[in-house]
């Protein structure tokens, strides 16, 4: 040993969250900073109705395509969530409703949690969601 630490890369980093991903028994999934779905795990195929390999590298907001509970449109392209990450500021947690399934869609509700994964050096690689939902949360068809 050289007595130097060894450096983590971006790479492995999100290779961890991915793995939290997986691990997770919540529906939970990680996006890039590009807004581009990396990991999701079984929970989430249950709650949206989309199989993991469906959603591989597209953007998140195709996908969940989420509102707030008043109807104001959460999931855009240009993801707020990240944006603030970007900043430097911390996304807060929020109450979404998401279209789930085919048509007709049914609304599903949830409490998201925003996890920021970032790397000493390069900065924020990307976004861990982890939905918290009540057994019954279904608000009706869409």
């Given at each position: 040993m050289s007595g130097q630490a060894a450096t983590v890369q971006p790479d492995d980093v999100m290779a961890v969250a991915a793995g939290i991903v997986g691990d997770s028994a919540d529906p939970a999934f990680l996006v890039?900073?590009?807004?581009?779905?990396?990991?999701?795990n079984t929970a989430a195929c249950e709650f949206f109705g989309v199989a993991a390999w469906q959603v591989k590298d597209r953007n998140c907001a195709a996908v969940v395509r989420g509102h707030s509970p008043d109807g104001e449109v959460l999931c855009v392209e240009n993801?707020?969530?990240?944006?603030?990450?970007?900043?430097?500021?911390?996304?807060?947690?929020?109450?979404?409703?998401?279209?789930?399934?085919?048509?007709?869609?049914?609304l599903r509700g949830a409490h998201v949690h925003h996890l920021p994964v970032t790397h000493p050096d390069v900065g924020p690689l990307?976004?861990?969601?982890?939905l918290h939902h009540p057994a019954d949360s279904h608000a009706g068809e869409a």
């Open positions: 890039s900073m590009d807004g581009k779905i990396v990991a999701w993801c707020p969530m990240l944006m603030q990450l970007r900043r430097g500021e911390r996304p807060e947690h929020a109450n979404m409703l998401a279209l789930v399934g085919g048509r007709p869609s049914t990307g976004m861990l969601h982890v």
